[in-house]
């Protein structure tokens, strides 16, 4: 797997009118503390809370239009949750996404506040990949993977 900065510039391309162009600051005390120029990019801003915005966004962003008429299934705890569930939203497609019942309360909302079917499951018990298998191969949707995918990495390399 391999990914080079062209992706990264081309997934910016795509996506740049649908995320925040966050800012990027520095701290004096921080910078004397380490003795070192450091740079905080702000993705806390961005529409979701998170970086994950971008990589969610840009996958989609690549999806065929079979795809996106089935809709698409993920899984995650959080950031990556909303990330779909927002992304899907804005470009008006079915999201289902799998989140363990132990999931901070306000992940669940807001991933259910941005349109997507939030299904729960006991993260002791069962496995999260196994439920979005089942629902890709069952509904045909696209499984977007919260990691390990070229998409997902060139659209969060753009903070």
Known sequence: MNISFKDIEIAYKKIKDSI????LVSS???NNLLDSEVYFKLENLQNTGSFKLRGAT???SRLSSNIINNGVVAYSSGNHAQAVAYAALQKN????????KNAPKIKIENTKKYGADVILYDSF???????GNEIKEKENRELIKPYDDLDIIAG????
């Open 156 to 159: 969060q390399g753009t903070a």
């Open 93 to 100: 497609i079915s999201a289902k996404i799998i989140m363990p």
């Open 28 to 30: 004096d005390y921080i």
């Open 125 to 131: 018990f069962e496995s999260r990949e196994k439920i």
């Open 20 to 23: 925040i162009k966050t800012p």
């Open 58 to 60: 840009h996958k989609i």
